[in-house]
């Protein structure tokens, strides 16, 4: 089982919809959780991070963490065609490393 | 700041040619990461160090792999001698603490990335 894990789509959404991208993960121990976002054939950047249970918004952002569950979710309002791109959940794990799942790719249709 | 800073932004060689990618960290960071990736294998973690010191290399393939950090401003990678399942996107990262409630995190800041090529 890999530590962390994301459906990898692609995902298509039409614009002005909200998109939803779903994260789980294994350690238990992990505390903060991140939201990367990777346009092709560019770096990852980082748009969001949270480590409370609950939700963290952030203009059209979500991030949302359920620890009981292991999982965390990215949820972006109003989805723009440039909100296309790969988008990477990360954990911090016990063990004190950044571990990075598969990505999942969005596609916003105009 | 110009950001993390890579180069080559691009190599392309032969296999059993020596390899050295080369970053230089955002000034005032003190952790500095190395990343792999692939479409098949994500993003994975190579090397980090803080303070210009090799804390975690499991991420490390094999002995071909090698990396130092001999200040806090400059970090290389070093494959020798270099294969063709090493063509990968490398992306070196830096990052400083940040304090919250909750406790110290680290943003990441990537690099653009250097695109291997082992033919």
């Known amino acids: 089982q890999k530590e962390v894990e994301q459906n990898s789509g692609p995902l298509s959404v039409p614009e002005g919809a909200i998109a939803s991208l779903n994260c789980t993960y294994s350690d238990r121990g992990s505390q903060s959780f991140f939201w990367y976002r990777q346009y092709s054939g560019k770096s990852p950047e980082l748009i969001m991070f949270i480590y409370s249970n609950g939700d963290k918004e952030d203009g059209r952002f979500t991030a949302q963490l359920n620890k009981a569950s292991q999982y965390v979710s990215l949820l972006i309002r109003d989805s723009q065609p440039s909100d296309s791109a790969t988008y990477l959940c990360a954990a911090k794990t016990s063990y004190d490393k950044v571990i990075f799942g598969p990505g999942t790719s969005l596609s916003v249709i105009p | 700041d110009a950001g993390v800073i890579q180069s080559p932004r691009h190599e392309v060689t032969e296999m059993g040619q020596e390899v050295t990618l080369r970053c230089k960290p955002i000034?005032?960071?003190?952790?500095l990461f190395w990343y792999r990736q692939t479409m098949m294998r994500g993003l994975e973690l190579l090397i980090y160090f803080n303070n210009n010191v090799p804390i975690d290399d499991s991420g490390m393939p094999e002995d071909r792999f090698s990396a130092k950090m001999p200040n806090a401003s400059f970090s290389t990678l070093k494959i020798q001698p270099s294969e063709p399942r090493d063509s990968a996107v490398y992306f070196c990262?830096?990052?400083?603490?940040?304090?919250?409630?909750?406790?110290?995190?680290?943003?990441?800041?990537f690099g653009p990335g250097t695109r291997l090529t082992v033919l």
């Open positions: 000034s005032g960071h003190n952790s």
């Open positions: 990262a830096s990052s400083y603490p940040i304090l919250r409630t909750s406790g110290i995190y680290n943003e990441q800041f």
